[in-house]
């Protein structure tokens, strides 16, 4: 069976590429991925402390942001909205090839509390579509403006891609920790001289300079209006990610750090150096939506 709502876990939808042995499996739940196996490797990370009784978002794999990144005075609505812990609907497979396997989910308002609904009033369609083939992973949200009256948002894929922890050999004299490859080996391309919002400064603005950006310490910054066709995510041996946006404007990058790991109740005070967030969506600016009016936007994640 190529994708079914597992019988033992009825809340989760397992997909197999049969002609590669792919697969991913993605919660009901915010219609959160929670992993993707390509040559038999996990390349999403999920916490070792994630919350999965659908109390809290998920910590990792990939939760959809909707329809308000973080918080926005103007909503009462919990941080990074209600997408990612709202119940979606299982649409089903949308196409079965040798070549890949596609399947779909679906928010409208009804699925919303009345607390929710009340927040944010407007009448909307989410379709997620979740796509995979024998290397590569797509995700391609569209809104739809059901209402009738144009509404505002933002959106975001919050994707925690694995970073697995390998023994890299070196010259002796031996040192362990030397020899690990970790969150703070791998080198991020594709970002160079486009301005940044750093969360971590006081939302400083600056413009990025540096040809291979990497991780050292805590790291939350917003990438505005990405226009290199791909971001490259090299994690120091040979191998990585590729990720490519269509429809939407800005990337966000996250790492929580050691510091701040400690005090994140669904992270594993040791987990944070096992992901990085490549984030994409548009955050920058709200999104303006006509009445009947559909946006598209998504990720190709490429595993190297
Ligand atoms: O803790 P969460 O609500 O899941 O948010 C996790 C992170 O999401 C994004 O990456 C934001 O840029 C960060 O500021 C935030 O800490």
Request: glycine share 8%.
């Amino acid at each position: 069976m190529p994708a079914l709502l597992s019988h033992s876990q009825p809340h989760i939808v397992s997909i197999h590429h049969a002609a590669s042995a792919a697969s991913a499996e993605i919660y009901l739940y915010g219609a959160t991925l929670s992993s993707w196996k390509t040559k038999g490797k996990e390349r999403l990370f999920v916490s070792t402390k994630a919350i999965l009784d659908e109390s809290k978002a998920i910590r990792g794999g990939i939760p959809v942001v909707f329809p308000v990144f973080g918080t926005q005075e103007q909503f009462n609505l919990p941080q990074h909205g209600f997408a990612r812990i709202s119940k979606w609907e299982w649409l089903g497979i949308i196409t079965e090839t040798d070549e890949e396997i596609s399947v779909q989910f679906g928010l409208g308002e009804a699925k919303l509390t009345d607390a929710l609904r009340l927040a944010w009033p407007n009448s909307f369609r989410l379709t997620y579509t979740v796509t995979l083939t024998a290397d590569m992973l797509k995700t391609v949200l569209s809104v739809k403006n059901e209402g009738s009256n144009a509404f505002e948002f933002n959106t975001l894929l919050h994707t925690y891609l694995s970073v697995p922890l390998v023994i890299v050999p070196t010259p002796l004299p031996f040192r362990f920790d030397r020899n690990l490859q970790d969150v703070s080996r791998i080198h991020i391309s594709g970002l160079t001289g486009h301005t940044f919002v750093d969360k971590v400064a006081a939302n400083a603005r600056h413009v990025e300079d540096r040809e291979l950006v990497t991780i050292q310490g805590e790291v939350d910054r917003v990438y505005v209006d990405v226009q290199t066709p791909e971001i490259r995510v090299d994690d120091g041996v040979g191998g990585g990610y590729v990720v490519r946006k269509t429809g939407v404007r800005d990337t966000v990058v996250w790492n929580i750090g050691a510091e701040k790991a400690r005090t994140m109740a669904d992270m594993g005070d040791n987990d944070w150096p096992h992901y990085i967030c490549v984030e994409v969506g548009s955050v920058g600016e709200l999104v303006l939506l006509g009445r009947g009016e559909t946006w598209t936007g998504g990720q190709t994640i490429t595993a190297l």
